[in-house]
């Protein structure tokens, strides 16, 4: 009787415990997403782009978008709002190092490609990133880096999954409003 009672006492502990780890583990991910931010835009100053705009061009340089990638493509690939990836591209259009073109044969899709300054400035920009890499990196073992990769694909796919549910309710409201 006095274990059974024990284990009711635990249990509001353990989920707080557990409350608290969620918690300190998010708050820990966004701590590190900031400072990888700062530094990463420091790294790579000399250059005049930011983190963000490194990742665009990171992206862009995949094989896959040799040819231009379509702007809805890629704020899929990129997991922004097309809002967000407008502007990051606008400020890397005005930099001349992207532009956007019209597809073939729909002209209202937009692909986004590199210019000639851009092609050159990645290239440039791919030799720092690998040391910034290599740098931030240095204390994990290729199984760490891994098994890392792994666990972050994992947390990205329960944030999808909340981004989706968060449009679909969107969504459903939008529909409600126009309802009389």
């Known amino acids: 009787m006095g274990d059974q009672n024990n284990d009711i006492d635990q249990k ?19 701590q590190t997403t900031n400072l990888m931010h700062k ?26 978008a040799k040819k231009g990638i379509p702007v809805g493509q890629f704020s899929e690939l990129l997991l922004l709002s097309r809002q967000t990836l407008n502007g990051i591209l606008g400020r890397l259009e005005y930099m001349g190092l992207t532009t ?52 972050v694909e994992k947390l990205q796919d329960g944030l ?7 449009q679909i309710c969107a969504d459903s409201e939008k529909t409600e409003r126009k309802t009389p």
């Open 12 to 30: 509001p502990r353990r989920k707080k415990k557990r409350r608290n780890l969620d918690n300190t583990l998010l708050f820990k991910i966004f």
């Open 39 to 64: 530094t990463a835009t420091k790294w790579v100053a000399s250059s005049g782009v930011t983190s963000q705009q490194w990742s665009i061009l990171g992206a862009l340089s995949l094989t896959r």
């Open 100 to 151: 956007r073109i019209s597809n073939e044969p729909d002209g209202r899709i937009k692909k986004v490609v590199f210019t000639e300054k851009g092609q050159q400035v990645w290239l440039e920009l791919d030799r720092d990133i690998r040391a910034y890499c290599n740098v931030a990196l240095t204390s994990f073992t290729e199984d760490e880096k891994i098994e890392f990769l792994r666990l």
């Open 160 to 166: 999808v999954m909340i981004d989706q549910q968060d």
